[in-house]
C-alpha cells in the first residue's frame, strides 16, 4: 500500500498541469486523496471578479479521484479517466485555496467509483462535488 501512495504522489508531481496549478497532495492512502491547489493570478477565469476558473477546478478535482483511485489497495496500479461529472455550486472565494479531497468508495475488477469535493475556507459550502468512474489495473 505504501508503494502506491508513494506512486500517486510522484504521479502528481510529475504531471505539467499538476505542477503548473501548483497541486500539493496533502493526504493519501487507502482509497482516500486530499490535493490543495493555492490561488493564482494565472488561473482566473473572470478578471473582474478574480474567481479562479472553472477549468482548474476541474483539473483538481480530475486529479484527486485518480489519486484515490491508485492509492486504493484493490488497484494494481494507474488509472484513466471514465467519466466525471462535476456539479459547481458556486464561485471559490478569490486569494483563497481550494482543497479537493476524493474517496474510492466502490472499486470492481476493471472500475473504481469515486465521489469527491472541492472546498475554500467556507467549509460549510463546497465550490464543486463530483463523482466518477475509473479504469483499475489488475494486480500483478
Do not use: W
Request: aromatic letters at 4%; one cysteine or more.
Amino acid at each position: 500500500m505504501a508503494d502506491m501512495t508513494a506512486l500517486a504522489r510522484q504521479f502528481i508531481q510529475a504531471l505539467p498541469h499538476s505542477v503548473m496549478l501548483g497541486m500539493q497532495p496533502q493526504e493519501m492512502g487507502e482509497g482516500v486523496a486530499s490535493i490543495s491547489m493555492p490561488y493564482k493570478d494565472e488561473l482566473v477565469g473572470d478578471p473582474v471578479t478574480g474567481v479562479i476558473h472553472g477549468g482548474a477546478v476541474s483539473a483538481l478535482m480530475d486529479t484527486c479521484c485518480g489519486a484515490a483511485v491508485m492509492c486504493h489497495p484493490e488497484n494494481g496500479g494507474g488509472t484513466a479517466t471514465i467519466d466525471l461529472r462535476i456539479d459547481y455550486m458556486r464561485a471559490a472565494t478569490p486569494g483563497q485555496t481550494i482543497v479537493a479531497r476524493a474517496t474510492c468508495y466502490h472499486i470492481t475488477r476493471s472500475v473504481a467509483f469515486v465521489r469527491a469535493v472541492a472546498m475554500d475556507d467556507d467549509t460549510e459550502n463546497p465550490v464543486a462535488t463530483a463523482t466518477g468512474a475509473f479504469t483499475v489495473e489488475a494486480k500483478r
